[in-house]
């Protein structure tokens, strides 16, 4: 039985989230509900065989992936899935730093219209070879000399400019990512970096005004964002995730893949020295062989080496950024490598900052259309980036209706302009034929007509 839902919920737009990982493809099915949160509809999950580090390496395989994900999704929810807002990563990524400049006519108010125009320029910079914009992120506003301005719709002014964050990809790994898309027989509704959609999940606008870095730990990449004073400051894709780790395992303990991935996620732990020397596992051995004997304090060296690696080039990125010094709110680590235990103390320890895990439950509304059970596990770290993609679409759905309010507006304005110079043309006409007619009729000239009081 389907629960009974308020009018505007009923209105809201139904948005789609797509997350192609390298471990798992996500799809999420959810729409706006009360209080900004998000009500899921459904969610459909599959193994990725097709994505290495992020990026599309088999088309087939991941195309089968999506299908699969998508069709658990649609028997969930009762939606046919036909468009998606999509998660894209992977080391090709960069970010630049860039200025942008709008002189209006007048001394007029700065409109939605204005600050469209800004972002619309900056998808005209001229990138090296092979690269293309994603995203174009105002930062912060100067109008007329006056800088520092964060919200600038509204305010008078003639000269606006504007810094703007802007990310770009390699166009091959884009094009790939969306002839998977289209291959699945689905329609791509943006694009959108995988950090900010994560970002939207499992921080607040408090952190984000404070200063905070997001750590988003996935399987085949370690994506990260900072954020200050509610503006995005740096972003970076480390080529590094929970993969690593777990092929660590697997030559280190000599065991096979699906057993190194189950002794990471159950036994596995970021601090050798808080596990006990005398604790062993038990690993099966292959096809009748003698079983494995594996110390838990040795299986928990294998992966503080290499998450001390991952948390170093962390480190990196936040120095680099110039931000280090200015992060009240500390580190928010999530994803699915944010689950492993005592991560919290190595970041911690390594970089000296405050750190917390993020989850992405604060913006989930209750459903009935979900059982108990899969709502806990998308409570989980590792579906932050699923619930963020829908959090983003949710966003652009409003965004795009505000800014057609404000074009239609202006035409409206535009319309009202005209009517009035058209009727002040004709108050102006009457008022020479009313003043040339008084002026014949009493016999003065225009000599005599203007020197009179």
Known sequence: MKPRLAENEK??????????????????????????????????KAESSGVNRGVVANIQRTVSSIRD??????????VDIKVVNVGIAGQHIKSIQHRGILTKRDYDEVTRIDVEQLISD????????????????????????????KEPIGMAGRRVEANFHIISGRVTDINNIKRCVDNSDLEISSLVLEPLASSEAVLDDEEKTAGVVLVDIGGGTTDVAIFHEGIIRHTAVIPLGGNIVTEDIKQGCSVLRNQAEQLKVRYGSA????????????????????????????????????????IEHVYYEIKSSGYEDKLIAGIVITGGGAQLKHLVQLVEYITGIGCRIGYPNEYLAKTEMLNRQALEELKSPMYATSIGLLIKGVQAVEEAEATEQAVEVSRKGSKVKEIAEEKNKKESW????????????????????????
Do not use: W
Request: net charge negative.
């Open 430 to 453: 009457f008022s020479k034929l009313l003043s040339d007619f008084i002026k014949d009729d009493a016999g003065i000239d225009d000599d005599t007509f203007i020197g009179r009081k």
């Open 271 to 310: 601090l050798a020295d808080e596990n006990k020397d005398n604790e062993v596992i038990c690993v099966p051995g292959i096809r009748g062989r003698e079983a494995k004997e594996i110390s838990v304090k040795n299986l928990a060296y294998i992966i503080q080496a290499r998450m001390e690696e991952i």
């Open 11 to 44: 209105d809201s737009p139904i948005i789609v989230g797509l997350d192609i990982g390298t471990t798992k493809i996500c799809v999420t099915v959810g729409r706006r509900s009360g209080a900004n949160k998000i009500e899921l509809l459904g969610v459909g």
């Open 69 to 78: 994900a998508v069709s658990i999704a649609e028997s969930q929810s009762n």
């Open 122 to 149: 900056m998808y005209k910079l001229v990138l090296p070879p092979g690269e293309e914009i994603i995203h174009v992120l105002p930062q912060e506003f100067t109008i007329d000399n006056e800088p520092g301005i």
